[in-house]
């Protein structure tokens, strides 16, 4: 009796590969089916090298023959395995570009109150110092802090008409544009968002506003790795990650997961690096001393053990959190230790997100023509 190939197939309708939710027919693994008298000839092609994946196909492909076509067919299983192909540049900006907005950098750390803001509000000035044309987003919808720090707490941003829309205009300080979540949100009011608004709330403060021409833009972002995290970075086109911690044992932790949650494959965002803050307590009347009160170089060696880079440290200073509170950001004092700390990093910063963009097509690459001694600066 010759076996018929449709009954083949339609027996093999009955089963999937292990992991793939349609039948193995229906899914394409099964690509060939050849008969011959009592022998069958099935070609499968999986796309998991995995042993126990293969063995336990060929097995329930035997047994499914075996039991409803022909108990005595000598059957054989040739599978080839082909790895779905990846996507070209993995590292692409996702999302829809936003005209005007060169960069878009994301401040993240993984436990709270770990100066995330602080460096922020810094790095800003430190940018608008250099020449640079920058917009701070602030997304920290547990205590959106900028605008304290950058003294516009008072302040509500207007409505302007740009070619025929109605758009919000950031509040403006030292030069640097400014949005925050917490100019919609009562103080005292206890904000309880889940991902998908809050990724809504932001993608209204970036695109319903009148930012114009911006170099970098910095999201200061929520604590954490959670589900707002992954709303914010899937549905906004963001060029990197920058993440903040300090040496301590219990931060660093979830500063590794921090950036674990960038690298994931359904996130995937660049980490520009890692940056210690408090990296040592120095009092103003003895700059030379240095006191590790929170453990030393910790999170220079995360950055080590990730291999990302390491874009600076910040001491612990009495008057960083005095100008914070007052709302003038430290790094606009010259001639301290303070601005040189945060023009070392924002160099880094900088440079890192140079040698990012060389990946990306030139339109979205960064113009930089201000800062002439970066290194990664093309001339
Ligand atoms: N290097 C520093 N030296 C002194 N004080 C600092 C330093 N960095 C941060 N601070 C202070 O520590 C406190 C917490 O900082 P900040 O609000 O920036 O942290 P955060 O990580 O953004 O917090 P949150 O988890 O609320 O987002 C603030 O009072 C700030 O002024």
Known sequence: MSISKQDILQALETITVSGEGRNMVASGAVQNVVTFADEIIVDL????????????????????????????????????????AKPQNPNLIKGKPIPGIQNIIAVASGKGGVGKSTVTA???????????????????????????????????????????????????????????????????QAVIWRGPMAAKALNQLIFDADWGQLDFMLIDLPPGTGDIHLSIMQSLPITGAVVVSTPQNVALADARKGV??????????????????????????LPENKY???????????????????????????????????????????????????ETITRNVVEETVRRNENLPPTEAIKITTMAGCSAVKK
């Open 122 to 188: 810094n790095i800003a000035v430190t940018l608008s110092k250099m020449g640079f044309k920058v917009g701070v987003l602030d997304a920290d919808i547990y205590g959106p802090s900028i605008p304290i720090m950058f003294d516009v707490a008072m302040e509500k941003p207007l409505s302007v008409n740009v070619g025929g829309k109605s758009k919000m205009k950031p509040v403006e300080n030292y030069g640097i544009k400014v949005l925050s979540i917490g100019f919609f949100t009562q103080p005292d």
């Open 292 to 342: 590790y009160i929170f453990g030393k170089e910790g999170a220079k060696h995360l950055a080590e053990d990730l291999d990302v880079p390491f874009l600076g440290e910040v001491p612990l200073v009495q008057s960083i959190r005095e100008s914070g509170d007052v709302g003038r950001p430290a790094a606009l004092q010259t001639a301290t230790q303070t601005e040189e700390a945060f």
């Open 260 to 285: 674990a949650m960038f690298r994931q494959e359904n996130i995937d965002v660049p980490v520009l690096g890692i940056i210690e803050n408090m990296a040592y307590f120095t009092p103003a009347e």
């Open 45 to 84: 092609k999986l796309s998991s090298p995995a042993l126990h994946i293969k063995k336990r196909a060929e097995a329930d492909i035997v047994k499914t023959i075996h039991e409803k076509v022909d108990a005595n067919a000598k059957v054989q299983v040739n599978i080839k395995v082909e790895a779905p």
